[in-house]
């Protein structure tokens, strides 16, 4: 009787778990170690981006925004003085703004452990559309902050001429 029960239980664990080869995959004894490095490269290259001279792809930060008649541009300067602030527009609608942020002196001669405030050179160029009016521009500097107003205007829809099918 003990041999039927025992049996009966053997055959009742069997059919009630099911194995494919997929889930027989022996581990890995590196998977960690790999795993480790690439958390290591990953934090590598983290910081590298993070460092503020080469951080400055997206310098300055920029807030961009429409109504029904105008674009805002706001351009964050923080501690960049009016004077070191060069603005203009092409003919393709292409705003580029390029100026200087300088580090004081005192502070080069600190030693430091991270530092993300960026100084140097800096040029960006931003598309803009193709409805607005360039000669209506406004500009305004305060407390670091540049915002750029520029009315849209509408545009001329291109004539077209029809072509009688013969």
Do not use: C, W
């Amino acid at each position: 009787m003990k041999k039927i029960i025992g049996s009966m239980i053997a055959a009742s664990i069997l059919t009630s778990v099911s194995v494919t080869a997929n889930d027989i995959v022996p581990s890995n004894p590196y998977d960690k170690e790999f795993a480790k490095m690439n958390q290591y490269f990953d934090s590598l290259i983290q910081t590298h981006f993070s460092n503020a001279k080469l951080n400055n792809l997206s310098y300055p930060r920029t807030n961009m925004q429409h109504t029904d008649s105008t674009y805002i541009l706001e351009f964050d300067l923080a501690g960049v003085p009016k004077e070191n602030i060069k603005l203009s527009i092409d003919e393709n609608n292409i705003l580029n703004i390029e100026g200087v942020k300088k580090e004081s002196k005192k502070e080069k001669e600190n030693n430091y452990v991270k530092q993300e405030i960026f100084y140097g050179s800096f040029k960006r160029m931003i598309q803009l559309p193709q409805d607005i009016d360039k000669d209506k521009l406004k500009t305004k500097y305060d407390n670091g902050i540049l915002t750029i107003t520029i009315p849209r205007k509408e545009l001329k829809k291109p004539k077209v001429k029809l072509i009688p099918i013969q």
